[in-house]
């Protein structure tokens, strides 16, 4: 073979995988903004889950703006967080059942709801703000939030054998389970 045929053969195979790989770079799914998460303990003899979607500070105040103190929020990103629980517990003292809810927080600068919601599976918000519709509420209780050890980037969630904390920013909103 002479050599500009080999040369405009070269060419043609590296240009067609050249393209190729811009095809594939173009199809691979991107990392989520706010990525999918879950958080799992034992509360006595109860599994705890959390299921929640965890977004990150990116350098802007979260509570009282990103998130405004006084309005119902559905406690992390995308669809609304849910909780399950496979036992009857308590939450901060008040009798839950066993069976999966969705949690919706509203925020306040010295004292915060957490509402326990039998709908399950809906987006977190809707043009009204938080998606619930309060005729589901089975459950709300008063936490008070506090100052986190150190700074959480990520929101996150974590179970003990004591309950659960939400981690966000520089704080930390336990909840109280038995």
């Known amino acids: 073979m002479n050599t500009p045929k080999k040369n405009f053969l070269l060419l043609t195979v590296l240009f067609l995988l050249t393209m190729t790989a811009s095809v594939f770079a173009q199809d691979a799914p991107k990392p989520k903004a706010s990525p999918a998460a879950t958080a799992t303990g034992k509360v006595g003899a109860a599994n705890i889950s959390i299921a929640y979607s965890s977004p990150s500070v990116k350098g802007r105040k979260v509570w009282g703006e990103l998130v405004p103190y006084g309005k119902a929020w559905r406690a992390g990103a995308n669809e609304a967080t849910t909780f399950t629980t496979d036992k009857d517990i308590t939450v901060q003292g008040k009798p839950l059942k066993a069976g999966k809810y969705s949690i919706f927080m509203v925020p306040g600068e010295s004292e ?22 309060p005729a589901n509420n089975v459950l709300t209780v008063n936490v008070k939030p506090k100052k986190a050890a150190k700074m959480n980037e990520r929101l996150a969630y974590n179970v003990t054998p004591k309950g659960f904390s939400l981690l966000w920013e520089n704080l930390e909103v336990p909840v109280a389970l038995k």
Not at 112 to 133: E, H, K, L, P, Y
């Open 112 to 133: 915060w709801q957490v509402i326990f919601n039998s709908q399950t599976g809906q987006w977190g918000t809707n043009r009204q703000g938080a998606n619930f519709d």
